[in-house]
């Protein structure tokens, strides 16, 4: 099983871009598809982005398509996810996620999590 650390989260103005990391340990990455999630202040989990374990298909939330970017490096272990024209509701928890299984969009079909990375947009 990997295990998951996101980097990369500050706060920025409104219509910056920022990229955010997530380094994965353990030999078996390659065999993971990978998700984004974030969590606003009494707000649930939510989906924003996933990526597939060879990285042939990208899936995203209506509220970051294209404006978002996921992305991954199998070699390097490491997940991306890539945001611009940043708006102060994409202030939230950034989480990583990786899952075995084929649905990619829903939280509780992912088994391994990061702790997270705090991102602000400020108006």
């Known amino acids: 099983q990997v295990q998951l650390v996101e980097s990369g989260g500050g706060l920025v103005q409104a219509g910056d871009s920022l990229t955010l990391s997530c380094a994965a340990s353990?030999?078996?990455?390659?065999?993971?598809?990978m998700g984004w999630f974030r969590q606003a202040p009494g707000k649930e989990r939510e989906f924003v982005a996933a990526i597939t374990r060879s990285g042939s298909k990208t899936y995203y939330a209506d509220s970051v398509k294209g404006r978002s970017t996921i992305s991954r490096d199998n070699a390097e272990n490491t997940v991306y996810l890539q945001m611009n024209s940043l708006k102060p509701e994409d202030t939230a928890v950034y989480y990583c996620a990786a899952t075995l299984n084929l649905i990619l969009s829903l939280v509780d079909l992912y088994n391994v999590w990061g702790q997270g990375t705090q991102v602000t947009v400020s108006s």
């Open positions: 353990g030999r078996s990455f390659g065999t993971y598809n």
